[in-house]
């Protein structure tokens, strides 16, 4: 990444990434010692401990804050959809949109479940993406100010989730996936919403064309973005990324999403240690996709819904850990006997 001005609009990007804070010790100890006194044998509440932790590290804080989560649906249109890689029409992007504003979708139920937020961005469904076999999708100003748009998503909360919707995307996380780290395009792509064997066969070859179109460009992880990407990822690897800015620690949802911070950890190895993978897609390439960013997802329930369903199944978990290290009380307040030493 080069640290030289050159006036371009991702340079506000690269610039932001240059001094990134990171994770605090002291409220880490904190976090320890009280665990260490609370009404349980060492260890016996397992990754929920470390989770108390995780937050306590990014959120700079002790006791660990779990009251506003918010899940951020970013909602997006693809040019690439032209090439026949989806099993729905474009409008059904729109219509969703309407059907999260509505209550209707699967990710309202789950915030209504856990107590979360929900904010839902729809990012010029208008006017889809150019198509990534034959052209980039963004320029660099578009990708960049949807980036900058991307941030707002950080307002108000303690955590953040960020998902998203949009007719096609699967196709160009692929890509993403495939420009970021190589392979074969069928290593990358998947059913998505449901396409048979020869829409898949379409995926793969929109996948294989569009890298092969932007091969010379790859070498940068932006724009990797801005040429193979889309609004609402564009807009997701921003929430990220001002997130890690602001101290919000965030849970990922699937796929999409994760391609999406996949460029920010192409950027800069550290950009994502604030970041949790909520859970593991049934869509194949997302394990993959976790183990080259050294990501544990923390439910595999064989989802692959998108709109930020499997972060915010995940934020039920993550709520209940702070809660637990919270309220729980301590050997002394309780009056239980502690392990002799």
């Not at 997130?243 to 550290?270: E, H, N, W």
């Not at 993959?288 to 934020?315: F, I, K, N, T, V």
Request: glycine share 10%; hydrophobic share 45%; with cysteine.
């Amino acid at each position: 990444m080069t640290n030289v001005s050159t006036g371009l609009p991702f340079d506000d990007i690269r610039n932001l990434l240059k001094d990134l804070p990171g994770p605090d010790p002291e409220a880490v100890e904190k976090a320890r010692a009280r665990e260490a006194q609370l009404t349980k044998p060492p260890g016996a509440l397992g990754r929920l401990e470390a989770l108390s932790q995780w937050l306590c590290a990014w959120q700079a804080h002790h006791p660990p804050k779990a009251e506003r989560i918010v899940v951020a649906v970013f909602a997006g249109n693809h040019g690439v959809v032209a090439q026949g890689v989806a099993a729905y029409p474009q409008e059904v992007t729109r219509q969703m949109v309407a059907n999260f504003q509505n209550d209707g979708a699967a990710v309202n139920q789950i915030c209504k479940s856990f107590g979360l937020g929900l904010k839902v961005f729809e990012l010029a469904l208008e006017k889809p993406t150019r198509d990534i076999t034959v052209d980039a999708a963004l320029e660099e100003a578009e990708c960049a100010a949807t980036m900058a748009y991307g941030m707002e998503a950080t307002e108000g909360c303690d955590i953040l989730c960020i998902g998203e919707m949009g007719i096609g995307n699967t196709t160009v996380a692929a890509a993403i996936a495939h420009g970021l780290f190589g392979g074969e395009a069928e290593d990358w792509v998947g059913p998505g919403t449901g396409v048979d064997a020869a829409g898949l066969a379409r995926k793969a070859d929109a996948v294989r064309r569009a890298v092969e179109r932007h091969r010379d460009h790859l070498h940068d992880p932006l724009e990797v973005l801005r040429r193979l990407g889309g609004r609402e990822l564009a807009a997701m690897a921003g929430a990220v990324l001002a997130a890690r800015l602001q101290r919000i620690p965030v849970i990922i949802d699937g796929y999409v999403a994760t391609a999406a911070a996949a460029v920010l950890k192409a950027l800069r190895p550290d950009a994502l240690d604030h970041c949790l993978a909520g859970h593991l897609s049934a869509e194949p390439a997302h394990r993959r996709l976790l183990a080259r960013l050294e990501m544990a997802p923390l439910l595999d329930l064989g989802m692959r819904l998108g709109e930020g369903s499997g972060a915010a199944m995940a934020a039920g978990i993550v709520k209940a850990a702070a809660d637990l290290h919270n309220g729980m009380a301590t050997f002394q307040s309780a009056g239980v006997s502690n392990k002799e030493a």
